[in-house]
């Protein structure tokens, strides 16, 4: 847990603490109860919630105070402090919410409380399937319920496993340093407790949208009265000679990480053909296993696409440092049972090769049922695709964005909160999809946080200082601010987020600010609890 016992050290809130001391707009950190907690405050009213962020622990005192949320300042997941709920992923559980009492000029924190919002669909489906129990369908299953629908919800997946923490795969979990009980993100009660019909080992094979019936791998049909496709991406396979040898491995699911980590014990030399995030997230934790590491990568700069080349020569000199070989310019020609032999001839040695070449939408079933795609599953801002009551979700939705166009992401928060809008949508809440698209990358000792959506190819700006570990990249596109990457400044990359969800028509004498923002600490407050009314 993060920094618990220096929290508790901070004012005991039971024996009450000066109310002027926590100004108008601002989070103050103490504790109760033996727990560390947030006491906020907001004109004349005061809140006091659990400090600690129900995803990983982040400490909810160091993240941004907007209106009467919270956002986490590790992964941005948002708290009411009214309730305490989990009001935006990556956090699913609530925090505690604490009764608060004024007397005289001070305030005392007396007890927990259940302030469980009670919800009323507005409208109602007779039964609400979900195609994909991964992080957009999971998320969406869970929101259906918490929004007071308590008709039947269908979760079908063709996963062996329910839905569990997809981006730790390549991270800790395949590290070594997470264990396998940290990976579902909820226990198999949790589905029967809330009604939710979970089927893991399933695939839907067809749709019918007149009739509203789906076919199901075992032959069953299935009908539903709204459907939520969320069938994510899967790996873009290599072709070569070799391809299909038994050493070498993909990266989506559980148990694709288990045969990596299974066939890591035994092995020296481990090949990575891509030098993708999800690519160099697995060379990392190879290192971590003590295998020796060559990555082949076909660009110059790894990841300079998308994060800049100055992030992406980071990247790359912070892997060197850790003994990662890297071959870039080069693409493998085949793969034989103890090396890979490059297009120039070169041969690398290795008993143990891992493929992370990209994804590709499963857009398959939704083309078959004559649903709208074009490199990914077409929706409007509501989530909804052009077939009434078919909504999408995840890797496979391209939505309009209001800052950047029609777009497809391929990550985790996203993917999580469409579900959670999707789900509210189901129920009649016609709420537009805006949140700033946002992902974070781990690399050794070096954690990439990236709002926005931009590229290397835009305007890009360094600011603070990158070698330090303490700076931010800046891409603007026509004039305007499209993203910021950033390492080692999180509780900024925060506020930076706040302001480019209102930056629709981001202007110009606001970016000399901006900038000041990412590479100075002591002005980290100029953008500070900027209402927006853009989701973020
Ligand atoms: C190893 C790894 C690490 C990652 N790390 C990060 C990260 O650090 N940060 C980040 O932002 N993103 C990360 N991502 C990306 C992130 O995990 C995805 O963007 C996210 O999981 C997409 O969610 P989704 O619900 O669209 O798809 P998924 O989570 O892939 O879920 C889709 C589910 O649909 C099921 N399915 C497919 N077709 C059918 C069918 N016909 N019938 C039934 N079920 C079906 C699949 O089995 C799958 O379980 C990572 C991805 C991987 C693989
Ligand atoms: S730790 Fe709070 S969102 Fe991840």
């Given at each position: 847990?993060?920094?618990?016992?220096?929290?508790?050290?901070?004012?005991?809130?039971?024996?009450?603490?000066?109310?002027?001391?926590?100004?108008?707009?601002?989070?103050?950190?103490?504790?109760?109860?033996?727990?560390?907690?947030?006491?906020?405050?907001?004109?004349?009213?005061?809140?006091?919630?659990?400090?600690?962020?129900?995803?990983?622990?982040?400490?909810?005192?160091?993240?941004l105070?907007?209106?009467?949320?919270?956002?986490?300042p590790?992964?941005?997941?948002?708290?009411?402090?009214?309730?305490?709920?989990?009001?935006?992923?990556?956090?699913?559980?609530?925090?505690?919410?604490?009764?608060?009492?004024?007397?005289?000029?001070?305030?005392?924190?007396?007890?927990?409380?259940?302030?469980?919002?009670?919800?009323?669909?507005?409208?109602?489906?007779?039964?609400?399937?979900?195609?994909?129990?991964?992080?957009?369908?999971?998320?969406?299953?869970?929101?259906?319920?918490?929004?007071?629908?308590?008709?039947?919800?269908?979760?079908?997946?063709?996963?062996?496993?329910?839905?569990?923490?997809?981006?730790?795969?390549?991270?800790?979990?395949?590290?070594?340093?997470?264990?396998?009980?940290?990976?579902?993100?909820?226990?198999?009660?949790?589905?029967?407790?809330?009604?939710?019909?979970?089927?893991?080992?399933?695939?839907?094979?067809?749709?019918?949208?007149?009739?509203?019936?789906?076919?199901?791998?075992?032959?069953?049909?299935?009908?539903?009265?709204?459907?939520?496709?969320?069938?994510?991406?899967?790996?873009?396979?290599?072709?070569?000679?070799?391809?299909?040898?038994?050493?070498?491995?993909?990266?989506?699911?559980?148990?694709?990480?288990?045969?990596?980590?299974?066939?890591?014990?035994?092995?020296?030399?481990?090949?990575?053909?891509?030098?993708?995030?999800?690519?160099?997230?697995?060379?990392?934790?190879?290192?971590?296993?003590?295998?020796?590491?060559?990555?082949?990568?076909?660009?110059?700069?790894?990841?300079?696409?998308?994060?800049?080349?100055?992030?992406?020569?980071?990247?790359?000199?912070?892997?060197?440092?850790?003994?990662?070989?890297?071959?870039?310019?080069?693409?493998?020609?085949?793969?034989?049972?103890?090396?890979?032999?490059?297009?120039?001839?070169?041969?690398?040695?290795?008993?143990?090769?891992?493929?992370?070449?990209?994804?590709?939408?499963?857009?398959?079933?939704?083309?078959?049922?004559?649903?709208?795609?074009?490199?990914?599953?077409?929706?409007?801002?509501?989530?909804?695709?052009?077939?009434?009551?078919?909504?999408?979700?995840?890797?496979?939705?391209?939505?309009?964005?209001?800052?950047?166009?029609?777009?497809?992401?391929?990550?985790?928060?996203?993917?999580?909160?469409?579900?959670?809008?999707?789900?509210?949508?189901?129920?009649?809440?016609?709420?537009?999809?805006?949140?700033?698209?946002?992902?974070?990358?781990?690399?050794?000792?070096?954690?990439?946080h990236?709002?926005?959506?931009?590229?290397?190819?835009?305007?890009?700006?360094?600011f603070g200082?990158?070698?330090?570990?303490?700076?931010s990249?800046?891409?603007?596109?026509?004039?305007?601010?499209?993203?910021i990457?950033s390492?080692g400044a999180i509780a900024r990359i925060s506020k930076l987020k706040?302001?480019?969800?209102?930056?629709?028509?981001?202007?110009?004498?606001?970016?000399?600010?901006?900038?000041?923002t990412a590479s100075t600490p002591?002005q980290a407050d100029v953008f500070?609890?900027?209402?927006?009314?853009?989701?973020?």
């Amino acid at each position: 847990m993060a920094e618990a016992s220096s929290e508790l050290e901070r004012p005991d809130f039971e024996k009450g603490y000066e109310t002027k001391n926590v100004r108008d707009g601002e989070m103050f950190l103490g504790h109760a109860f033996g727990e560390p907690v947030l006491v906020a405050r907001r004109g004349e009213e005061l809140f006091a919630i659990g400090a600690t962020c129900t995803h990983y622990g982040g400490p909810l005192a160091k993240g941004l105070m907007v209106d009467c949320t919270v956002h986490c300042p590790w992964h941005h997941a948002r708290f009411d402090l009214r309730t305490g709920e989990a009001i935006a992923a990556p956090a699913l559980n609530s925090v505690a919410s604490y009764k608060i009492e004024k007397r005289g000029e001070q305030f005392f924190v007396t007890g927990k409380i259940d302030r469980k919002p009670e919800r009323i669909p507005k409208s109602y489906p007779a039964s609400v399937v979900i195609i994909g129990a991964g992080a957009a369908g999971g998320a969406a299953a869970e929101m259906l319920r918490r929004q007071g629908y308590d008709g039947p919800v269908t979760l079908i997946g063709a996963d062996e496993s329910l839905p569990y923490d997809r981006p730790n795969l390549s991270k800790d979990y395949l590290a070594g340093n997470a264990p396998e009980e940290w990976i579902p993100l909820r226990p198999p009660e949790f589905y029967r407790d809330q009604k939710i019909d979970a089927f893991t080992n399933t695939t839907v094979t067809n749709i019918d949208p007149k009739a509203k019936q789906l076919t199901l791998s075992d032959g069953r049909s299935l009908g539903y009265g709204a459907l939520l496709l969320a069938t994510g991406a899967e790996p873009v396979r290599l072709t070569i000679s070799g391809a299909a040898l038994p050493h070498v491995c993909y990266l989506r699911t559980l148990a694709d990480s288990r045969r990596i980590i299974e066939k890591a014990r035994n092995a020296r030399r481990a090949v990575v053909i891509g030098s993708s995030f999800i690519g160099l997230e697995v060379a990392w934790s190879l290192r971590e296993r003590k295998l020796e590491v060559a990555v082949i990568g076909r660009d110059s700069v790894p990841l300079g696409k998308i994060l800049g080349n100055e992030m992406g020569n980071l990247v790359r000199e912070t892997h060197e440092a850790h003994g990662v070989k890297f071959h870039f310019g080069r693409t493998p020609a085949a793969i034989h049972d103890r090396y890979v032999q490059l297009d120039d001839g070169m041969k690398l040695d290795c008993d143990l090769v891992v493929v992370g070449i990209g994804v590709r939408p499963n857009t398959r079933l939704a083309e078959q049922a004559g649903i709208a795609t074009d490199n990914g599953v077409l929706v409007n801002e509501f989530l909804e695709t052009n077939v009434p009551g078919i909504y999408a979700a995840g890797d496979i939705a391209r939505w309009p964005d209001p800052r950047a166009g029609r777009i497809r992401v391929e990550h985790w928060v996203v993917a999580q909160r469409q579900g959670q809008t999707a789900a509210r949508n189901i129920l009649g809440a016609h709420e537009p999809f805006t949140l700033v698209p946002f992902f974070w990358s781990n690399h050794f000792d070096l954690h990439i946080h990236y709002v926005g959506h931009g590229s290397g190819g835009d305007d890009v700006s360094v600011f603070g200082d990158l070698k330090a570990k303490h700076g931010s990249v800046l891409f603007r596109s026509d004039g305007k601010l499209s993203a910021i990457a950033s390492v080692g400044a999180i509780a900024r990359i925060s506020k930076l987020k706040q302001r480019l969800s209102a930056a629709r028509n981001f202007p110009q004498h606001d970016f000399a600010a901006l900038n000041a923002t990412a590479s100075t600490p002591a002005q980290a407050d100029v953008f500070q609890s900027r209402r927006s009314t853009l989701e973020c």
